[in-house]
């Protein structure tokens, strides 16, 4: 519920026992008696012992090998522990409610089972939310996901085999289904066994009886959550457990004659999205059935006694769309005048509106018929009609007032710190976009709206710059500053420069290495590959589609054992080499590209991969050609730069092996053609992709990823992947339909025209930097001389190296900007030649150069005619880096001699963006940190001069070897705990019975045998 620094920070105020079992409550004395012989004193004691899932005992084969709850985290492992050898069977869930469709999809996910039910005895899922007819709906949306539903049915027992193994379920009605794994979430018991043995009363349903102040039978003791049962009810939701948490907090933390709060029903709405499929339920929404639980008393007061708890006291108004699997149905009061609860379907972005009109009890100001069609269709929630006591997260019951509050109080500057400060969107999280637009609003009603301007250099987003520069016809960064920015003779900055960069490959598909845009280019782009902690780069050849030929395979593993490369399986179904030299990259690239491959563009803000399941193409189950599709799509939009990395995938059926939802655009074939789902994301914020066009003929695919990709290319904001892009469209992805399907803005023609003159642009990149000798001149490592030198020792592990783990404490805070007070001596020294920088004056990030000199490594620039010379040391992360960063520098502040009024560039450090002050060496985004900085002067011989110490001093306070990361330094290794819990020393490769060798002995011991196994029918899990 807290971070575990919360309990600690207290101090002795509060006592945090985990791991710590209580078993006794010794209620004469006030003691808690736990298992490992400690006991706690107690005045006043809460119980929230919690719940745990239903198992019916009573049923035949309820103990069978395959039956599973599902409630827990660790329910949910040893689910997927089991069915890891049950792959091609059938699964099956007991329960059609909201843990039950969850547990399905759950089963769908883990890519075992030939088929999943669903097994409810209801007529439909969903029973507590919704009615019969939105019911249906959504069983006929999840039966196209794939689930087999079966409503209407009992389970009467299990079938097992000789070895107690599922083999089925048995209905009611005598049919059955065949399944080796069945999962019950029917619902839950209350944790009361600690109640009972101390002689507490509980219900007869179990848990623990309270009143409403939630005091239990003994004075001094209470419950909370879903150990308690409040008139009858126990409740396995979070809500109602917080509720009971503030309630008892409350009261007891006041004075005695103050008013004591008490528990009253507590609101059960729900949304949430459920196998794709949006529901929402809020209020009494069943009241047209059961009759009303409450009215609001002036209305009530209109009514003939014993009406008001009848049906006829309330009208239902309810819209259905069939095409758009849309349903509303809307709970008034039989005046008109009262909204008391409804359900949603499809669309539920009035939620948050609804909700708090059903607690305020107050009378509608429009119909109820404006209510229910005149909602807001643009996809977004509007906040401006929702009071300050309206609850937006109903988790931790936060109202809007809360988050206003802590927004102009300057507590809070951002969602994330809303969100540690309230806990806000910690729980379901359905309430984060609510949150971020009441942040947005209440910024702007303070005057401080939040813009979506690219930096400080441009009062333009992204979107407007691409417009700009696309009907401008821009080529540099020079033009697009005069054009477009606020100061026509800025450098721009780490901002600005890569959304111009990108925008410009969008545009134009210029190599990003060329004179003119190179300097513009983010870390990963400036040398074509990953930049890893070490400073050395990854290096990832194409692999489209994850369909590879052995010839391929072979190539790549050369070049790893000749550069000494570490090797791994990527994500995306390709293979990553890490720790390539700068310096060796075109010879890496030289000998990929001479076997047949390319660069996969691992490294950019464009299409990385579009990972395939084999689909037809050998899987029994497979409707169409997945591999070739994806192939197909690959080969396409590869090279292409978007304002973020893109991501597809391509699966031959609904069993999703491509995880092609989760992508920026995904397809599943069917039988008439392909599903494409589009807006998809993993990473931090995960989101679930949506349908944009349903059985689309394969040769329409192409013509609609055309226009769905340029049109995200043309409007995203800045770094904004295609998820959050859907999300802030007008409408959403009914809009993104409209404009992509129907032609709404006239555009597709144009979008078509611009996708094909890129996707016609094509070149490898790698390949042309080997041919440019301009290019092929950047990745030397010394610009002063051909020695080569490692910034971080290695260590082997696993058969491999990769470099040392940086400690803990990795920063160098040491006074490098002080250095120039302290030198003993300083003398005038040739570096390099100085035309080594000729046309820097013209280059949006000038040239740099990196140059060594006894152990120590330097970084100079030349930009807009002066030089400045600083350490190669980042030293948040002692990262030998600084002179591949990019330039910035504050707007309307112009170089032209040194630090002058403040005016010196920055460089901003490649690895985390720090930033150092090219003139004074200070830090500008962390103030323990600085770098050194010398003197320079170009004179009449041709050479570039800098001021320095004599060489052993530099290298005492500089020198590579005093700062790279060292083997060891980092302390005890990470896994080292774990390693020593499970004894691990490496990977076993162990054969069965197979005769030992050089005196070794046979194992027989059953886990070494499992764990050797190998190859079909071996008795390892096949994962």
Same mark, same amino acid.
């Given at each position: 519920?807290?971070?575990a620094e919360w309990y600690t920070e207290a101090g002795s105020s509060l006592n945090c026992h985990i791991n710590t079992k209580a078993t006794h409550i010794n209620t004469e004395d006030k003691i808690i008696e736990c298992a490992n012989g400690e006991s706690y004193p107690y005045d006043i004691? =809460? ?21 599973? =709850? ?47 039910? =669903? ?35 009992g389970v009467s027992s299990m079938k097992t085999d000789e070895n107690n193994n599922l083999t089925g379920v048995i209905f009611d009605d005598g049919s059955e289904i065949s399944c080796s794994t069945l999962c019950f979430a029917v619902g839950v018991k209350p944790r009361d066994d600690l ?37 009858? $009810? ?122 708090? $009109? ?212 990527? *994500? ?136 769905? &990709? ?18 802030? &469209? ?5 809009? &993104? ?108 990030? *000038? ?103 004599? =060489? ?58 499992m764990m050797a196994a190998n190859g079909c029918g071996g008795g390892a899990p096949e994962w």
């Open positions: 519920m807290n971070p004691l =809460v119980l929230a012992t919690g719940s745990d899932a239903i198992l019916p005992r009573m049923l035949k084969g309820w103990d069978a090998n395959g039956v599973f =709850v599902y409630r827990t985290i660790e329910d949910l492992n040893k689910l997927i522990k089991f069915s890891n050898d049950k792959k091609g069977t059938n699964g099956a869930v007991v329960g059609g409610g909201l843990l039950g469709l969850e547990a399905a999809k759950a089963m769908l996910d883990l890519e075992t089972f030939n088929r999943v039910d =669903v097994i409810e005895k209801a007529q439909w899922v969903l029973t507590r939310q919704i009615d019969e007819t939105g019911g249906k709906m959504v069983a006929d949306q999840v039966s196209q996901l794939g689930v087999n539903l079966n409503l209407g049915k109640a009972r043995s101390a002689n507490l009363e509980v219900g007869q349903r179990g848990g623990i009886v309270v009143n409403d102040d939630l005091r239990t039978s003994m004075p001094d003791i209470y419950a909370i959550g879903e150990c308690a049962s409040w008139r009858g $009810m126990a409740y396995g939701l979070i809500a109602p457990g917080v509720a009971m948490a503030e309630v008892v907090a409350f009261n007891l933390t006041q004075a005695k004659l103050h008013s004591p709060q008490t528990f009253k029903t507590p609101d059960m709405s729900t949304k949430l999205k459920l196998l794709g499929v949006n529901v929402a339920s809020f209020g009494d929404c069943f009241a047209d059935r059961d009759g009303p639980v409450t009215l609001p008393p002036k209305y009530a007061r209109t009514l003939v006694n014993g009406d008001a708890k009848e049906p006829k006291a309330v009208q239902a108004l309810t819209y259905k769309d069939p095409f758009s699997n849309v349903y509303k149905k809307y709970i008034f009061t039989k005046d008109g005048k009262y909204l008391l609860g409804g359900m949603m379907i499809g669309d539920v972005c009035d939620y948050v509106k609804l909700l708090p $009109m059903v607690k305020a009890q107050k009378e509608l100001e429009i119909s109820p018929s404006e209510l229910i069609l005149g909602a807001k269709k643009d996809g977004g929630e509007d906040t401006d009609d929702l009071d300050d006591d309206a609850q937006v997260c109903s988790c931790h019951n936060v109202t809007k007032g809360d988050i206003v509050k802590v927004v102009k109080d300057g507590t809070c500057k951002d969602v994330a710190s809303i969100k540690k400060c309230t806990k806000a969107g910690t729980g379901c999280g359905g309430c984060v976009p609510l949150i971020t637009t009441i942040f947005n609003k209440t910024m702007a009603s303070m005057g401080q709206e939040v813009t979506n301007y690219v930096c400080s250099h441009f009062n333009h987003s992204r979107a407007d710059l691409f417009n700009i520069i696309m009907v401008k016809r821009l080529k540099n960064m020079g033009e697009v500053m005069r054009e477009a920015g606020n100061d026509k003779e800025a450098l721009g900055c780490e901002l600005c420069k890569p959304v111009v960069a990108s925008i410009m490959a969008s545009l134009w598909n210029r190599h990003v290495m060329d004179k003119t845009t190179h300097g513009l280019q983010e870390t990963n782009d400036r040398f074509l590959g990953n930049i890893q902690r070490d400073g050395t780069y990854s290096v990832v050849p194409r692999v489209s589609g994850g369909e590879i030929t052995p010839d391929k395979l072979v190539v790549i593993g050369e070049v790893a054992q000749k550069y000494n490369l570490y090797t791994k399986i990527t *994500g995306g179904q390709r293979i990553d080499l890490f720790g390539a030299q700068k310096q060796d990259l075109l010879d890496i690239w030289g000998q990929l590209v001479a076997g047949g491959m390319e660069s996969g563009h691992a490294y950019a803000k464009s299409l990385r991969t579009v990972k395939s399941c084999v689909g037809s193409t050998w899987c029994r189950f497979g409707l169409s050609d997945s591999v070739g599709m994806a192939v197909r799509l690959e080969e396409r939009y590869k090279s292409i730069r978007a304002p973020h990395k893109i991501k597809g995938g391509v699966s031959g059926c609904v069993r999703e092996c491509a995880e092609a939802q989760g992508k920026d655009f995904g397809l599943i074939a069917t039988e008439k053609g392909w599903n494409i789902f589009v807006g998809g994301n993993g990473g931090a914020n995960p989101r679930h992709a949506e349908l944009l066009a349903k059985d689309v003929p394969p040769a329409d695919v192409v013509t609609i990823l055309d226009r769905y &990709l340029m049109f995200y290319m043309r409007t995203a904001d800045k770094l904004q992947r295609t998820a959050r892009w859907i999300e802030n &469209l007008p409408g959403g992805i009914k809009y &993104l339909q409209e404009v992509i399907l129907e032609d709404k803005l006239g555009i597709n023609a144009s979008l078509e025209a611009q996708m094909e003159e890129l996707v016609d642009s094509f070149f490898d990149e790698w390949a042309e930097a080997i041919k440019s000798p301009t290019i092929a001149a950047k990745f030397k490592q010394f610009a002063n001389t051909n020695d080569t030198t490692r910034n971080m020792e290695l260590e082997d592990d696993r058969g491999q190296k990769r470099p040392a783990f940086w400690p803990a404490d990795a920063a160098a805070t040491d006074n490098f900007s002080g250095l120039k007070d302290k030198w003993s001596m300083t003398s005038w020294e040739p570096i390099i030649e100085s035309s080594y920088f000729d046309g820097a004056d013209e280059l949006p990030n *000038g040239i740099s150069a990196t140059v060594k000199r006894g152990d120590t490594q330097l970084a100079i620039w030349r930009i807009k005619g002066v030089y400045y010379a600083t350490q190669q040391m980042c030293p948040h992360k002692r990262a030998f880096i600084l002179s591949d960063g990019l330039i910035g520098q504050e707007p309307n502040k112009a170089v032209t001699n040194g630090d002058k009024d403040g005016a010196s560039p920055w460089v901003s450090c490649p690895h985390h963006k720090r930033n150092f002050d090219l003139g004074n060496g200070a830090c500008k985004t962390d103030e323990s940190l600085s770098i050194a900085t010398f003197p320079t002067e170009a004179r009449a011989d041709g050479m570039l001069y800098l001021k320095l110490p004599p =060489v052993e001093e530099l290298d005492a306070a500089l020198g590579t070897k005093k700062w790279m990361v060292k083997k060891g330094e980092a302390g005890e290794a990470p896994l080292a705990k774990l390693d020593s819990k499970i004894k691990f020393v490496g990977l076993r490769g162990k054969k069965p019975y197979v005769k030992p060798t050089g005196g070794a002995k046979m194992t027989t011991k059953p886990l070494d045998l």
